[in-house]
């Protein structure tokens, strides 16, 4: 059982939720989180694998190239991450810019070490993801060469924390402003 953050101020959980989420781990409840994209129909949602920060704080997620949420963040780059911590009573809602990486430096960068372990498959499906099949096991070929796999980096531009607590919840929103972020509290 981890240990109740006691969020005491606007600063400390600004820190707190950068410290989380670039110390993430696969056996942390941050490491799936709620894609949120636009489509035409309704809000495109989908469970992903949170895989960290890159070195400018833009957090990472692997897809296909060829899947739905590629085809809507073309069209519009602005999409929600959504992260629960039940132990600790913590959500995380992260508005972001997303910058879509494919058969470029970034992509092949990840690839290499996608590549040396089983994720390879995830994209690598002879069958488009969404594609209607007659039978299952007709999506379980897999070829190397067609590798569709694509890096998406998200830029935060908007964070809110919801602390669930019995003496009260807390809610606090970030904004990324023109020169730095703008903090305030906000009622739950
Ligand atoms: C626990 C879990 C983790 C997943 N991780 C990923 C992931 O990292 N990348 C991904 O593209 N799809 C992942 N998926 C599959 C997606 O939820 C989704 O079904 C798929 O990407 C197709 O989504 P789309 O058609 O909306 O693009 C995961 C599903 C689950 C249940």
């Not at 309704?42 to 957090?59: N, S």
């Not at 590798?147 to 019995?166: D, G, H, I, P, W």
Request: proline fraction near 4%; hydrophobic fraction near 35%; glycine fraction near 4%.
């Amino acid at each position: 059982m981890r240990k109740i953050t006691q969020y005491t101020s606007l600063d400390f959980i600004w820190k707190d939720v950068w410290n989380t989420l670039a110390s993430s781990s696969a056996r942390h409840p941050f490491h799936q989180v709620v894609l949120a994209t636009h489509t035409a129909k309704a809000p495109g949602l989908r469970t992903v694998i949170f895989r960290g920060l890159d070195e400018q704080k833009r957090l990472k997620v692997f897809t296909d190239y060829r899947s739905s949420k590629v085809l809507e963040l073309k069209k519009y780059p602005e999409a929600s991450l959504l992260f629960y911590d039940p132990e600790v009573r913590i959500q995380l809602k992260i508005n972001v810019q997303v910058q879509i990486h494919y058969d470029d430096q970034v992509s092949q960068q990840y690839w290499k070490q996608v590549q040396q372990g089983r994720g390879w498959k995830d994209y690598s499906s002879v069958a488009s993801p969404g594609m209607i099949l007659q039978d299952p096991t007709y999506a379980y070929e897999w070829s190397q060469e067609e590798q569709q796999f694509c890096v998406l980096l998200m830029r935060a531009t908007e964070v809110e924390v919801l602390q669930l607590r019995k003496q009260g919840h807390l809610r606090a929103k970030f904004e990324r402003g023109e020169e730095q972020w703008k903090q305030c509290w906000i009622a739950p």
